[in-house]
């Protein structure tokens, strides 16, 4: 198989890394994988992921089969070189197994042998994910995973539409994206222990098997003091960038009942995008992001109120933009941006939720000022042109964003109830070749110019691209 040049084109940020590059490419358009879901819904991340990414072949398993023509249509709209059907995955590659515990653990049941599983189970906010290469393994994980009763968020009054399952099923969904990839070009390190996660106190950590059964047995009782009560409705959130970390913020939002989403962006959809950018599509390449997304978003919530500002931030614009909105998640990929937006969140006391990705690696942190640091606290003034790699340089895997921008719609979530454990004090760091995270605690910087006790910046500056290549300031 030699790939077409519209392939290059659309694969463009896989093919300039060389741990995948062109054969890379081509061997995900020759795989094969197999999704056994709970439901339509909750698999949606994982299989927009999977095929924005180039797996040739999804075959798909639910226990709720409601939706999945729509899915289809969307799925094929977004990569015309994938196919997508529903089937019993016996000559799949390798097979994700995607619910809640109960339906886990009846999975296997499902099969008459074993193929190489990624695993992942969502329970509130909580869940996990594990990659299964040997069978007696995928028995032993099985064999301790408790009996668990549905998670709160499912008693919730009828008038509260936001549940946590929204965002487990977005991160673990991405994330099982990410793991298949790996999986199949053999690249890095797939998380063969079981990588626990907790949204709602950001906390993420690798469990052995001396710790497993432990951990799994104490989900109910962490389960039980994350319990969600909020109406989403009346909320308003900006979202500055469309691309690969607008797009999961703003899908994960629009799906959980966020009442209002201003969209910004000045581009117009690419082939180039759609290897990461899920809310667009190959019908709508050459209209303005902004205008592609309002679609998407609509499609999933008709009862979604959606500005769009099809144009780019300015000191002389972004005031008036913001003024509107309860917080704005930064989804942009160059320091102009992130730093006008910074200033402007300062002086305008809103909260600004900001991530970034680069190839495998990606960052994510809530800036809460006062109360916490800003990002000149981090980093005090715009780098120098070309000193550091851009995405368009160096590539991103296509689930990657995906994963930062879940996270950065839970972070929104929790701001805007006013519960649960944000990135306020700490920027949240993954490892996707090794799928490790970590985090690092962070503080208010006296000496800051901009926040600090005796600042040096009173009002919005001049903030100027610093990339050459017009393309390296597209908004990510």
Not at 77 to 97: C, E, K, T, Y
Not at 168 to 192: P, Q, V
Not at 257 to 272: C, F, K, M, P, R
Not at 374 to 393: F, Q, V
Request: proline share 4%; charged share 20%.
């Amino acid at each position: 198989m030699i790939l077409a040049k519209e392939q290059i084109n659309r694969y463009l940020r896989h093919i300039i890394m060389p741990e995948i590059s062109g054969p890379g490419q081509k061997k995900l358009l020759e795989s094969s994988v197999f999704i056994y879901g709970e439901s339509v819904s909750a698999a949606a991340p994982a299989i927009y992921y999977l095929a924005a990414s180039g797996i040739g072949s999804i075959h798909c398993q639910f226990a709720d089969k409601a939706g999945f023509d729509k899915l289809a249509a969307r799925i094929r709209d977004l990569n015309g070189d994938v196919s997508i059907s529903l089937a019993d995955g016996q000559d799949s590659g390798l097979r994700i197994f995607l619910g809640g515990p109960e339906f886990i653990k009846k999975s296997k049941l499902a099969f008459a042998h074993f193929l190489p599983a990624v695993v992942a189970f969502y329970y509130g906010w909580l869940g996990g994910i594990q990659v299964f290469k040997a069978e007696d393994d995928l028995n032993a994980f099985l064999a301790k995973l408790p009996d668990l009763q549905p998670a709160a968020a499912a008693a919730y009054p009828a008038d509260t539409r936001v549940t946590a399952e929204v965002f487990s099923t977005c991160f673990l969904g991405a994330l099982c994206a990410m793991e298949a990839i790996k999986l199949i070009l053999d690249i890095g390190e797939t998380a063969g222990d079981f990588l626990y996660c907790n949204l709602f106190s950001m906390e993420f950590s690798k469990v052995g098997q001396a710790e497993l059964e432990q951990t799994l047995a104490g989900l109910a009782s962490v389960q039980a003091t994350t319990a969600l009560n909020f109406d989403l409705t009346d909320s308003k959130v900006l979202i500055v960038g469309t691309g690969g970390l607008g797009s999961p913020a703003a899908y994960a939002l629009a799906s959980a009942g966020v009442g209002t989403i201003g969209l910004v962006d000045y581009d117009a959809v690419e082939i180039s995008n759609l290897n990461r950018q899920i809310l667009h599509s190959g019908s709508r390449i050459g209209m303005p992001k902004v205008e592609s997304a309002a679609l998407f978003l609509h499609d999933i919530n008709p009862q979604l109120s959606i500005d769009t500002y099809h144009t780019a931030l300015s000191k002389e614009n972004i005031y008036s933009i913001l003024e509107k909105y309860d917080l704005v998640i930064a989804a942009v990929d160059n320091f102009p941006d992130r730093f006008l937006l910074n200033d402007a969140c300062f002086f305008a006391k809103k909260p600004m939720l900001d991530a970034g990705v680069l190839r495998f690696d990606g960052t994510c942190m809530s800036i809460i000022t006062p109360q916490s640091h800003c990002y000149r606290c981090t980093l005090p003034d715009i780098p120098s042109g070309g000193s550091t790699p851009t995405c368009a340089e160096s590539g991103v895997l296509g689930p990657l964003p995906g994963i930062m921008g879940f996270l950065q719609a839970a972070e929104a979530v929790k701001l805007l109830s006013g519960q649960g454990n944000t990135l306020h004090d700490r920027v949240l760091f993954l490892d996707g070749m090794f799928s490790h995270f970590g985090t690092i605690q962070l503080s208010k910087q006296n000496g800051c110019r901009l926040c600090g006790t005796n600042p040096a910046i009173h009002e919005l500056q001049e903030y100027k691209f610093v990339c050459s290549d017009e393309e390296d300031t597209h908004q990510e």
